[in-house]
């Protein structure tokens, strides 16, 4: 992926031959036919489970075997790595993600980040890329909580239209080129909470200093609610509802119960978005405290939304209950590798999306374990044959530089979604 030596002429052709080849992509049936098949399932009425697969970190050795840059400029390279790995999708990743002949250009922001709270939150962190890291509690006392200050959050206006027009003016003559507003809106309080804290301290909050985590939790909503208020004021949320909407949970969230965008203007509101709300360092606390301690500080946010999804890595099974009971809203339930799956779909039904993420161990360890994965995958679809589901992977960190393994999984996992 090192740049050769080009100039902004050579950058463009190049830019504009991979837009092309977009959108020649984005034409063939299969793609519309792809974002009916999700449309229905998240309206509730499937004709099939629904398979996608997110490399995530995984990227990283994908574009090593499949991506070579060509641009000098660096926006100039964003771009192209982001036409490129829409190519990778077409070429090697058969799943039912729905390639569009649409580039959007989310806004420019700053001071939105976890050390921007008025303390420095401090993790040591290990020298290989995504490893585990040790988080160093900042916050230790009330002193400390005083300290703590909302983020600075602040849209950069003349930053954002100054990509749009860049974007637009090298290939908004392909594609569709959009301004759009923020999209994704992501509630994990306890990740904040165990940067300030440190995990084994919150959990030992919740006995000994339960106060603390009742002002820390409070704090966390309100600092949410602001940075809501500061994109409403921007006119700058937009819409989550187009085809190739990517879920927290994975799947696609292009849904029949969500507006569309229907003109130039992307300014929605909250309520024509998606809201994913997770909890993944609660998975051990009970119910009660799980109600008590986060899901009263998520609901004011959630219920804000079009449609919530709520799950990541975290097994819901314990929690699904007081989930259906206090969310209106909800649309799409995390099943994680180590769920309950029977107990999921129980509660589930066909009343919401059964997410389910089969595990990535199979795909990612030192010998792919394909057999085990086929087994799992049959089982969890006869287990869940009631409901809508969503066929996720993701989490993979590694393919041990063979990116055949992704290729391989999406059309095993597509040929028994559709009956095979």
Same mark, same amino acid.
């Given at each position: 992926? +090192?740049? =050769?030596?080009?100039?902004?002429?050579?950058? #463009?052709? @190049?830019?504009? !031959?991979?837009?092309? $080849? &977009?959108?020649?992509?984005?034409?063939?049936?299969?793609?519309?036919?792809?974002?009916?098949?999700?449309?229905?399932?998240?309206?509730?009425?499937?004709?099939?489970?629904?398979?996608?697969?997110?490399?995530?970190?995984?990227?990283?050795?994908?574009?090593?075997?499949?991506?070579?840059?060509?641009?000098?400029?660096?926006?100039?390279?964003?771009?192209?790595?982001?036409?490129?790995?829409?190519?990778?999708?077409?070429?090697?990743?058969?799943?039912?993600?729905?390639?569009?002949?649409?580039?959007?250009?989310?806004?420019?922001?700053?001071?939105?980040?976890?050390?921007?709270?008025?303390?420095?939150?401090?993790?040591?962190?290990?020298?290989?890329?995504?490893?585990?890291?040790?988080?160093?509690?900042?916050?230790? +006392?009330? =002193?400390?909580?005083?300290?703590?200050?909302? #983020?600075? @959050?602040?849209? !950069?206006?003349?930053? $954002? &239209?100054?990509?749009?027009?860049?974007?637009?003016?090298?290939?908004?003559?392909?594609?569709?080129?959009?301004?759009?507003?923020?999209?994704?809106?992501?509630?994990?309080?306890?990740?904040?909470?165990?940067?300030?804290?440190?995990?084994?301290?919150?959990?030992?909050?919740?006995?000994?200093?339960?106060?603390?985590?009742?002002?820390?939790?409070?704090?966390?909503?309100?600092?949410?609610?602001?940075?809501?208020?500061?994109?409403?004021?921007?006119?700058?949320?937009?819409?989550?509802?187009?085809?190739?909407?990517?879920?927290?949970?994975?799947?696609?969230?292009?849904?029949?119960?969500?507006?569309?965008?229907?003109?130039?203007?992307?300014?929605?509101?909250?309520?024509?978005?998606?809201?994913?709300?997770?909890?993944?360092?609660?998975?051990?606390?009970?119910?009660?405290?799980?109600?008590?301690?986060?899901?009263?500080?998520?609901?004011?946010?959630?219920?804000?939304?079009?449609?919530?999804?709520?799950?990541?890595?975290?097994?819901?099974?314990?929690?699904?209950?007081?989930?259906?009971?206090?969310?209106?809203?909800?649309?799409?339930?995390?099943?994680?590798?180590?769920?309950?799956?029977?107990?999921?779909?129980?509660?589930?039904?066909?009343?919401?999306?059964?997410?389910?993420?089969?595990?990535?161990?199979?795909?990612?360890?030192?010998?792919?374990?394909?057999?085990?994965?086929?087994?799992?995958?049959?089982?969890?679809?006869?287990?869940?044959?009631?409901?809508?589901?969503?066929?996720?992977?993701?989490?993979?960190?590694?393919?041990?530089?063979?990116?055949?393994?992704?290729?391989?999984?999406?059309?095993?996992?597509?040929?028994?979604?559709?009956?095979?």
């Amino acid at each position: 992926m +090192s740049p =050769r030596t080009r100039n902004p002429v050579t950058d #463009r052709n @190049v830019l504009r !031959d991979l837009a092309k $080849t &977009v959108q020649d992509i984005s034409q063939r049936p299969e793609q519309a036919e792809k974002a009916r098949l999700w449309k229905c399932c998240n309206g509730l009425a499937p004709e099939r489970p629904m398979v996608f697969a997110d490399p995530q970190g995984g990227w990283t050795e994908l574009d090593e075997q499949w991506v070579r840059l060509a641009c000098m400029d660096p926006v100039a390279r964003e771009i192209e790595l982001q036409l490129r790995r829409a190519v990778v999708r077409d070429r090697h990743i058969p799943d039912d993600f729905p390639i569009e002949n649409v580039f959007r250009v989310p806004p420019v922001v700053s001071g939105d980040s976890y050390n921007d709270y008025g303390i420095p939150l401090s993790a040591t962190h290990p020298g290989e890329a995504d490893g585990a890291y040790h988080i160093e509690p900042m916050v230790n +006392s009330e =002193r400390d909580i005083r300290r703590l200050h909302f #983020r600075p @959050v602040c849209i !950069d206006r003349q930053a $954002t &239209v100054d990509r749009f027009h860049k974007v637009r003016d090298l290939i908004g003559d392909i594609l569709h080129v959009e301004a759009i507003g923020r999209s994704r809106w992501r509630y994990g309080l306890t990740r904040v909470l165990i940067h300030m804290r440190g995990f084994e301290q919150m959990l030992l909050d919740f006995y000994e200093n339960p106060g603390t985590i009742h002002s820390l939790m409070a704090f966390l909503r309100d600092d949410y609610e602001r940075e809501i208020q500061i994109y409403e004021q921007a006119g700058a949320i937009g819409f989550t509802n187009y085809r190739s909407s990517v879920l927290g949970t994975g799947g696609i969230g292009y849904c029949p119960d969500l507006p569309e965008r229907s003109g130039p203007s992307d300014s929605g509101g909250t309520h024509t978005c998606i809201a994913w709300g997770e909890s993944q360092e609660t998975v051990g606390v009970s119910p009660e405290q799980f109600e008590e301690f986060v899901l009263q500080y998520q609901h004011p946010l959630l219920k804000r939304f079009g449609l919530v999804e709520y799950g990541c890595c975290e097994g819901l099974e314990r929690k699904v209950d007081a989930l259906i009971r206090t969310i209106g809203n909800l649309r799409w339930i995390a099943v994680s590798p180590w769920a309950d799956r029977e107990i999921m779909a129980d509660r589930i039904k066909d009343r919401y999306v059964y997410a389910y993420k089969p595990n990535p161990a199979t795909l990612c360890s030192q010998r792919p374990q394909w057999n085990e994965a086929e087994k799992e995958l049959r089982a969890t679809l006869k287990i869940a044959a009631t409901c809508p589901v969503h066929i996720v992977m993701k989490d993979t960190k590694t393919f041990h530089r063979d990116g055949e393994r992704i290729t391989k999984w999406c059309t095993m996992a597509r040929n028994i979604a559709m009956g095979g």
